[in-house]
């Protein structure tokens, strides 16, 4: 399915991280060493990244040293003992204010939303230092102003600093809370005008726009309007915006797809219409 759809890399799930910091074990299984052999083997050509992260304040202590380091030392672990050239780092904080995500995704926890985008930004410093050679993705929500996720937004300047560590980055575009065509466009333009900007500032980052394919979770509907935020659409209007916005300049280095696993044939066959088949 990744080779026929022209996929160049899967991020293949490794976590999330534990309350100390470590990894799960099966993530260093034989069967995870056996798993990685085999998707080389079906194609040779997939960059495959293990992915690892979690939600601040469940899982995730980024203003605690002692589950940074824990975290730092079994993504290297992560990385020598499956074989893999690096690793896609997914980390959120959830916004209070949602009654059905605070009582299903935080249990609380001592970590500030203000020094959030800092501690992030740190651990991939910290991460590059230990690994100058591993290549570094990492995902955060969109920077369009209009767009209301449930995740704390990344501000420009932050994502001026992550950007000096990493090799590739994920935006987003998918559960906005927007309601309309007019500004899911208005916002989509948002979004590629700040990539433009980032860009110019560290030009060999990879920067990716994201869709998602998750099930539409009934209490979550709010965020994502399907008639504007499904398949087709989406990616119509990227390109689009991209081409408004740039004609001849490229901006959006690729797209990027959460989540594979419930991605049926009928989505697959949309991707490669809308983006992966056209050349």
């Known amino acids: 399915t990744l080779r026929n759809n022209n ?13 100390d910091g470590s990894l799960p074990d099966y993530a260093f299984s034989a069967t995870a060493v056996q798993s990685v ?14 992915w ?18 824990n975290a730092l030392a079994d993504s290297r672990r992560l990385i020598n003992t499956l074989n ?7 980390f959120e904080f959830i916004l209070k204010g949602d009654d059905f995500l605070d009582k299903t995704e935080v249990k609380g926890g001592s970590g500030d939303i203000d020094s959030y985008g800092k501690n992030v930004n740190e651990f ?17 929500v969109s920077t369009s102003p209009g767009t209301r996720p449930w995740k704390r937004k990344t501000t420009m300047d932050e994502l001026s600093e992550l950007t000096k560590h990493i090799d590739q980055i994920s935006f987003l575009y998918y559960d906005t809370y927007l309601g309309t065509q007019k500004e899911f466009k208005e916002n ?6 700040d990539i433009k900007k980032l860009k110019r500032v560290n030009p060999s980052v990879q920067y990716l726009v994201s869709i998602g394919t998750f099930i539409n979770a009934p209490e979550l509907r709010k965020y994502r ?3 504007i935020e499904n398949i087709p659409n989406s990616l119509k209007t990227i390109r689009s915006c991209e081409k408004s916005i740039s004609p001849a300049e490229k901006i959006v280095d690729g797209i990027s797809i959460f989540c594979n696993w419930e991605t049926d ?12 088949g056209i050349k």
Not at 188 to 193: D, W
Not at 269 to 276: D, G, S
Request: proline letters at 4%; hydrophobic letters at 45%.
């Open 225 to 227: 309007n399907m008639k």
């Open 188 to 193: 989509c333009t948002a979004l590629l005008n």
């Open 37 to 50: 052999k085999i998707l080389k083997l079906l194609y040779p050509g997939i960059v495959i990244l293990l």
């Open 124 to 140: 991939h410093r910290r991460f590059r230092e230990l690994m100058p050679d591993a290549f570094v993705s990492s995902v955060v």
């Open 7 to 19: 996929i160049r890399y899967a991020y293949l799930f490794a976590g999330p991280f534990g309350k």
């Open 84 to 90: 893999v050239p690096g690793l896609h780092f997914d």
């Open 265 to 276: 044939k009928n989505e697959w066959h949309e991707i490669k219409k809308y983006w992966t």
């Open 52 to 69: 690892v992260g979690g939600i601040q304040n469940k899982t995730v202590f980024l203003d605690d040293s002692t589950w940074v380091k």
